[in-house]
């Protein structure tokens, strides 16, 4: 080990570049597109650092442009995923035992080559194989994952400095232990600095880790797989595991070094497995780990006295960017009938200038949804409204899948406080409202924290301060994320650490110190420089 303390200065965001037209970033990343769209690779397991072929296949496809084929990837099996736990269980006592300062500098050089040479890549494949426009892209597999990078690493210094108090003849401290076994990591399609943070973080702190990517974003995860590799990431510390998450999770969850469990993705499939822990429970050499974000009915309401060009705002984007397929997304609206029929008009005004295509043309402010099963899961629940009596679809509601899963964004106003689309997830461009009576508020508030069984994010629109109080105060469990006059969605590393709870996840906060301590199993020590010589104390004496 160094003879020294090391010290991380605290990092800055990532600072966003803007893609304007004749920037050298627009052409360098205009190129990368066409590039990756020329040809048709394979992707393999990584396992211990070799890839792995397994012959069972799957295809990567552009989701506007559902012909174009971007990638044959191989899916792992019982076999492979013996393999990989084999292999993170080797590799996790030299991974362990490595200097921390050299595990942070591994991740804090992924984050430069992201920064710079990596960094149209993963946004030119995440554009395509998740039909993200520039700037979601951008915010995404760019900016957000470099921030997990460097402020996790940032994080790590804070932990490790944390040490205990000393009385006198005594030394106390604490050592951070990475966990006994390996991280199983299963990540969402929707953003890919997701899928790179949920398999690094418990690396970084010591961890092995199998790292199963979802299928539709397969094929941005494994440039920035290659990208850890680039960077000096040792053989078998994350193994890339593509596949069928039942599968995998099904021989994953059995082992008896598994140590913890990252996850993104739906509530039942995150129910699913900590009820498989539970069965298991008695297999596992320690109690695993379990943190999950999982899914959300995120909300926006509104005071009479909201400012009604940022509301409109803040439901455009809240609810409509990246197809609102973001757990953050604004997917319910309270509006107070006094206000509603300027919101409306300016609400219906702005949505018309929406345009809707292919990601390559900038000019389109959304593109697809992610496969055939969105979109028809989204299309249901648009007929659903359209066929009842107590909703109307004011805006959109039009599908096609002809070139791609297309679907327009939807407006829906319900009676029903508590329509279908008020209480479930949608992960679609579709957002419901609710027009409540202004007299009604604390009644109204109540409604927005129960109908729904989720927590994750949530935000508020007022300018009367003894309102906005009172609207914080009794929504305060209805949010991990809550917004004063903002779009709920947006959350910035270092800045709003991201989670929520009830239906919405264990609220360890991606992004922060609490969700690194997750991974860490501190050991306490405790050195006596004059320890006793004799059992007796003091009190027992007679006189």
Request: charged share 25%; net charge positive.
């Amino acid at each position: 080990m160094s003879n020294a303390y090391f010290k991380i200065k605290k990092p800055y965001n990532e600072p966003i570049y803007s893609y304007l037209p004749g920037s050298k970033e627009r052409t360098d990343l205009k190129d990368k597109i066409k590039e990756l769209k020329s040809k048709e690779i394979e992707i393999p397991l990584i396992i211990g650092g070799k890839e792995v072929r397994t012959g069972k296949v799957n295809k990567c496809i552009v989701p506007h442009d559902k012909e174009h084929v971007l990638a044959t990837y191989h899916m792992a099996g019982e076999k492979e995923v013996n393999m990989a736990i084999e292999s993170a269980l080797n590799a996790k006592r030299e991974w362990d035992n490595m200097p921390w300062e050299h595990r942070v500098s591994i991740f804090l050089k992924a984050a430069e080559l992201l920064s710079g040479p990596w960094r149209s890549t993963l946004n030119a494949a995440t554009m395509l194989a998740q039909s993200k426009t520039v700037f979601q892209a951008e915010i995404d597999a760019a900016c957000e994952l470099i921030d997990f990078l460097r402020f996790n690493c940032y994080y790590l210094t804070q932990i490790y400095n944390d040490q205990p108090y000393s009385s006198k003849g005594v030394w106390n401290r604490v050592e951070y232990r990475p966990l006994e076994g390996f991280v199983f990591a299963v990540t969402p399609f929707n953003f890919t600095s997701i899928g790179g943070n949920l398999p690094t973080a418990p690396a970084l702190v010591g961890n092995t880790v199998l790292w199963k990517p979802a299928s539709n974003a397969v094929y941005s995860n494994y440039f920035f797989m290659k990208l850890l590799q680039a960077a000096g990431l040792p053989d078998g510390v994350i193994n890339f595991m593509p596949g069928y998450g039942s599968e995998i999770g099904e021989y994953v969850l059995k082992s008896e070094y598994l140590a913890g469990i990252h996850f993104t993705g739906s509530t039942k499939v995150f129910r699913g497995m900590w009820k498989t822990v539970g069965e298991n429970i008695d297999k596992y050499r320690m109690y695993p780990r379990i943190v999950g974000e999982t899914g959300g009915k995120d909300f926006i309401f509104a005071h009479k006295s909201a400012d009604i060009d940022s509301l409109v705002t803040a439901i455009v984007r809240g609810a409509f960017e990246y197809q609102g397929q973001k757990c953050s997304a604004a997917s319910r609206a309270y509006i107070p009938e006094s206000i509603w029929p300027d919101v409306k008009q300016k609400l219906l005004k702005e949505i018309s200038t929406i345009k809707m295509g292919d990601v390559e043309d900038f000019s389109n402010f959304i593109g697809a949804v992610i496969d055939e099963n969105a979109f028809n899961k989204i299309k249901s629940y648009i007929e659903y409204a359209k066929s009842s009596n107590e909703a109307d679809v004011i805006y959109g509601g039009k599908c096609n899948n002809n070139k791609g899963y297309f679907i327009e964004p939807t407006v829906i106003v319900t009676n029903n406080s508590k329509f279908k689309t008020m209480k479930e997830e949608i992960f679609g461009p579709v957002i419901t409202i609710y027009v409540y009576n202004d007299n009604n508020l604390e009644e109204t508030l109540e409604l927005c924290n129960s109908t729904s069984p989720y927590a994750l994010t949530g935000a508020i629109f007022s300018q009367d301060r003894r309102i906005t109080v009172k609207m914080q105060k009794a929504l305060t469990h209805s949010a991990g994320n809550f917004y004063i006059n903002d779009k709920p969605t947006g959350a910035v590393v270092g800045q709003q650490p991201f989670g929520g709870s009830r239906a919405s996840g264990t609220n360890d906060k991606a992004g922060s110190m609490f969700n690194l301590l997750r991974w860490i199993s501190p050991r306490a020590i405790k050195e006596n420089f004059n320890p006793p010589k004799k059992y007796e104390y003091n009190y027992m004496r007679e006189s």
